[in-house]
């Protein structure tokens, strides 16, 4: 194998743990504001991700599994408009991203009191 063969090897190697230890702040990131939520007294804020959850589910439950079984007797799929979908993902998208922003001035907060 050639010195330029093994220097590329090389780099890669190390944008593979670069992107891990980035996939794994993120890991960490998510775990942190699921177990903030968890935390609330306020019922919206720690019970929506686990409606949606079972939401969608429930969905695909009836959608792909019990609509071949029961259809005969008049079970009909779940329709979600694509506007709801749409605004659904924004809420979803718009949510995770101000917790995220948060997190990172409370971080930047608590390294510059230091």
Same mark, same amino acid.
């Given at each position: 194998?050639?010195?330029? %063969?093994?220097?590329?090897?090389?780099?890669m190697?190390k944008?593979?743990?670069?992107?891990?230890k980035? *996939? +794994?702040a993120? !890991?960490?990131?998510?775990n942190?504001?699921?177990?903030?939520?968890?935390?609330?007294d306020?019922?919206?804020?720690?019970?929506?991700r686990?409606?949606?959850?079972?939401c969608? %589910?429930?969905?695909?439950?009836?959608?792909?599994?019990?609509?071949?079984?029961?259809?005969?007797?008049? *079970? +009909?799929?779940? !329709?979600?408009?694509?506007?709801?979908?749409?605004?659904?993902?924004?809420?979803?998208?718009?949510?995770?991203?101000?917790?995220?922003?948060?997190?990172?001035?409370?971080?930047?907060?608590?390294?510059?009191?230091?």
């Amino acid at each position: 194998m050639s010195f330029q %063969v093994r220097i590329q090897l090389l780099e890669m190697e190390k944008l593979v743990l670069e992107e891990g230890k980035t *996939l +794994q702040a993120q !890991i960490e990131s998510v775990n942190a504001t699921m177990r903030e939520e968890v935390k609330s007294d306020k019922f919206i804020v720690y019970a929506w991700r686990p409606l949606v959850g079972f939401c969608f %589910v429930a969905l695909i439950a009836n959608n792909f599994i019990l609509i071949p079984y029961f259809a005969v007797y008049g *079970l +009909q799929p779940i !329709i979600i408009p694509d506007g709801i979908w749409s605004a659904m993902l924004v809420v979803l998208g718009v949510s995770a991203g101000t917790r995220g922003a948060e997190k990172i001035m409370r971080n930047k907060n608590s390294k510059s009191s230091e």
